[in-house]
Structures are given as structure tokens and as C-alpha cells.
């Protein structure tokens, strides 16, 4: 059983976007390390054990072209039968030209077994849209035996909006149908800085998919929203899903948690489902948010209300 101690305290120091997931006895850990620059991860039999447990590099970044700067929030999937990591990456000669590479395991082992480069996700032979622009934070689901990616891109002019977009699967590396746009910042508190919508991961509950997202500039102003779906509806249907009016996770001065988001979900040894996040520690920020490598790795027990929505609070216990 998780400690009670370490609940939304620093649990991995200097790990943004963590990703956190669980599969045949080991807890495995990858996160955005402050360099930007490669994939690394840490394995453990028990949640708490990945603070401690030896982070191996995995994959580092190329020299120059596609995959050679940014290498941003990394998450690992069990999907067909084999091991995928997901990440975003731009390029020496244009840092922003970010956009969304996948990498496939040789073998049965993540932790142990080499990995080779797959290339950039691929989109639906008729898709126009899906990652021509500023696209990342790409998140795999599954449901009803299909495979779901959700994914952040930018659209516009000006302010470069980050909307979430979701697309069905044909394999591992392409889409199978043209994106559909999920969620833009519509309210106030996705609009602080920038507006984004960005970071989403999938919570199954009952008869619910609960996607929870994260908005606004990375500073004290970021935090999490939610969206949520009957998991019998049509999921590429944008009126299936509705859509929180205020965030569920946000900054607590009292509690010195500034700007929560970017999360992932597992689950604890007894089953109980576990949000891990990351967070800063200072309300000030030193320098460019985005290059301060003070976003830590926390976590936190889900709780349910009584219409079986999920609740994401400091205190939860």
C-alpha cells in the first residue's frame, strides 16, 4: 500500500509529464528529463519504489533533423502485442517543428531489450490535418477492442491555439481515421498566457471514459481539466463527450503546489486508482518556465463522488 507520507509530495525530482504504467509485476516510470534530450526509464515491483529505483537512458536524440530537440513527454504502451513509446520531438535547425515519433521494442523486456525508431506517427491516408503543425502529448486507450490516440496539436494564427484531437487506430504507428477535434480552450482558465489544451490522459471507471487534460501557460496558472464519455458511445463523435466548466486540479499556495497537470493514471497494490502529476514547488519561476527543471513527479489517490465521477484532491487520502 502506497504511504500515506509521500501522497502530493516530491516523489521523483525533476521529472515532468510523468507516465506511469503497470504490467506483469512492474511499475515502470518515464518522464520529460530537463535536458530535453532523451528517454529514459525506471522500473519497480511497487509504485513508491520508482523514486529510488536506477533510470536507465533508453534513447537519445539525434544530432540534427527530425528528433533532435524537444525531446518532450514520453509515455510507454502495451498495444499489438509489442512495446511503444510515444514522444514528441523538433529539430536542431527548427526547435519548434515539433511533432509526434513512436519507438518499438525489440523484444518482451522495456526495461532490458533494445529499442529501434519506427519514424513519425502516421496519419489516415485521407487526413489533411493530422501532425502538419506544432503537434505532441500524444496518450494511447483502448476501448471495445479498438485503440484510441488522443493528441494535442496547434491550429491558427496569432496565439496558436492547442487543441486535443482524437483519432481510432489502424496499428501501432497510424491512424485509422481522420482526427476529430475533442476539446479547445473555451474557458478563462485555459487561456492564461496561451491557449492550450494539452497533456490528456484516460481513466476508466464503470461505464465511463474520463479523459482529464492540462491548460493555460506551464507556470502557476497551469491545471487540469476533464472531459468524460459513456464508454458505449461513439468516441469519435465530438457531441459524446461533455466537458468540466472549472478544473479539477489547481494550483494550492497553501499546500505550496503550483501548477499541477500533465498526469498519467495507474493503479496502487490494492487496486485503487492513482493520478501521478507533476508540479512545482515555488510560485516564482526562475528564467523561461519551460527551461526551469523544478516540475517534480507527485501522486495522489483517486476518490469518487456519488455519480461515480473521479475526484482530485490534495487531501485525498
Known amino acids: 500500500m502506497a504511504d500515506e507520507m509521500i501522497y502530493n509530495k516530491p516523489w521523483i525530482m525533476q ?10 509485476g512492474y511499475y515502470y516510470f518515464t518522464a520529460s528529463v530537463p535536458a530535453y534530450d532523451s528517454i ?4 519497480s515491483k511497487t509504485l513508491e519504489g520508482l523514486a529510488e529505483a536506477e533510470e536507465k537512458v533508453l534513447w537519445t536524440k539525434h544530432t540534427s533533423g527530425p528528433m533532435s530537440e524537444h525531446i518532450w513527454a514520453p509515455e510507454l504502451h502495451f498495444l499489438f502485442g509489442k512495446w511503444y513509446i510515444y514522444f514528441a520531438g523538433g529539430e536542431k535547425e527548427d526547435v519548434w517543428n515539433i511533432r509526434p515519433y513512436v519507438l518499438e521494442c525489440t523484444g518482451e523486456n522495456p526495461y532490458e531489450d533494445a529499442w529501434v525508431e519506427k519514424g513519425k506517427m502516421q496519419c489516415a491516408d485521407e487526413d489533411e490535418f493530422s501532425f502538419r503543425a506544432f503537434s505532441l502529448d500524444a496518450t494511447i486507450f ?7 490516440m488522443i493528441w494535442a496539436e496547434k491550429v491558427g494564427v496569432g496565439r496558436q491555439i492547442s487543441n486535443l484531437y482524437i483519432a481510432r487506430l489502424e496499428s501501432a504507428t497510424k491512424l485509422a481515421t481522420v482526427q476529430v477535434l475533442l476539446t479547445t480552450p473555451d474557458y478563462d482558465w485555459e487561456r492564461v498566457g496561451f491557449w492550450v489544451n494539452e497533456g490528456p490522459a484516460v481513466l476508466k471507471h464503470e461505464n465511463k471514459i474520463y479523459v482529464t487534460f492540462s491548460a493555460s501557460e506551464t507556470g502557476a496558472a497551469y491545471c487540469v481539466g476533464m472531459l468524460s464519455a459513456d464508454e458505449d458511445a461513439d468516441l469519435l463523435d465530438p457531441l459524446s463527450w461533455s466537458k468540466s466548466r472549472q478544473p479539477v486540479l489547481s494550483t494550492d ?6 501548477g499541477p497537470g500533465h498526469n498519467s493514471f495507474t493503479k496502487d497494490a490494492n487496486g485503487r486508482d ?3 502529476y507533476h508540479a512545482r514547488t515555488e510560485e516564482k519561476i526562475e528564467g523561461n518556465p ?3 527543471p523544478n516540475r517534480h513527479a507527485f501522486y495522489m489517490p483517486v476518490e469518487w463522488d456519488e455519480s461515480g465521477a473521479p475526484v482530485f484532491s490534495y487531501k485525498n487520502r
Open 40 to 43: 529514459v526509464l525506471r522500473r
Open 253 to 258: 499556495a497553501s499546500l505550496g503546489l503550483y
Open 15 to 24: 521529472r515532468a509529464d510523468p507516465y506511469v504504467t503497470y504490467h506483469d
Open 290 to 292: 519551460l527551461y526551469n
Open 274 to 276: 492513482i493520478m501521478v
Open 142 to 148: 483502448e476501448n471495445k477492442g479498438d485503440y484510441y
